[in-house]
């Protein structure tokens, strides 16, 4: 990271106002690098005394199409004008049509709506719990899948898991990446789903083996047991295809 510039008194007091602010009233989980950005436009940021960075981050994966796309701000500005927010207990034209376009793009039957990675990751856990009457599943050695307590069930990092133990469920197996075989060893009677990254972000952008997703998918078919892709960095575009 280049070194700020300090412009003037007025935005040296402004850049230091904000980190005094932030550091009094967030909870300060995070180390943050010591840039205070005010906008975005692409793959552009600008912090308060007008310096461009290149945005290699994305938000942690979250503007794949960069920051203020003019399609997206407009989208949002029209749904804002119209209605914000119904709760579930409504129907609406544009959630409809989402769900829609959803299952088309991905061919499944239907969607579930949710808030953040780590709510899907949850989600997923609970329906693949309902659906097969099993409790336990089985992840990958360095896989992050969120730091709510029921993901970090499934996420393997000690710094993330250790601080908040016992998780939620205590029946995960963690194998090697990219090993199948250890998967199918590791598959018991109880077993809900296993549950992967197809390439893992966290654990240091590791790509499986060729072959290797499809033959979990072949064992998990084989066992009865649900498959749970975790492609909360990897969807939407981000490898070059819809999905991964």
Not at 143 to 164: C, E, N, Q, W
Request: hydrophobic share 35%; proline share 4%; aromatic share 8%.
């Amino acid at each position: 990271m280049t070194e700020k510039t300090i412009d003037s008194g007025d935005l040296q007091e402004r850049y230091d106002s904000i980190i005094e602010k932030d550091s009094k009233y967030v909870m300060q989980t995070y180390g943050r690098q010591p840039l205070v950005l005010s906008k975005g436009k692409g793959a552009v940021v600008q912090d308060i005394y007008g310096k461009e960075y290149i945005d290699c981050v994305a938000g942690i994966a979250v503007n794949n199409v960069g920051h203020c796309h003019p399609t997206v701000v407009k989208a949002i500005q029209a749904q804002a004008e119209k209605l914000v927010h119904v709760s579930n207990l409504y129907y609406t034209e544009i959630q409809a049509e989402l769900a829609e376009n959803l299952s088309l793009i991905t061919g499944m039957e239907r969607v579930f709506f949710c808030n953040s990675g780590a709510e899907s990751v949850e989600a997923a856990m609970k329906l693949a719990r309902v659906a097969t009457g099993k409790s336990s599943f089985v992840a990958a050695e360095h896989s992050f899948h969120g730091r709510t307590i029921g993901a970090l069930s499934v996420t393997h990092k000690s710094i993330y898991r250790d601080p908040f133990m016992p998780p939620v469920s205590s029946e995960t197996s963690f194998v090697p990446y990219s090993d199948a075989e250890a998967i199918r060893q590791t598959i018991s009677k109880n077993t809900a789903a296993v549950i992967l990254e197809p390439v893992q972000g966290e654990g240091g952008v590791n790509i499986p083996n060729p072959g290797y997703l499809k033959e979990v998918r072949e064992i998990c078919d084989e066992t009865g047991t649900l498959l749970i892709f975790d492609e909360v960095q990897t969807g939407f575009g981000r490898t070059g295809t819809w999905f991964c």
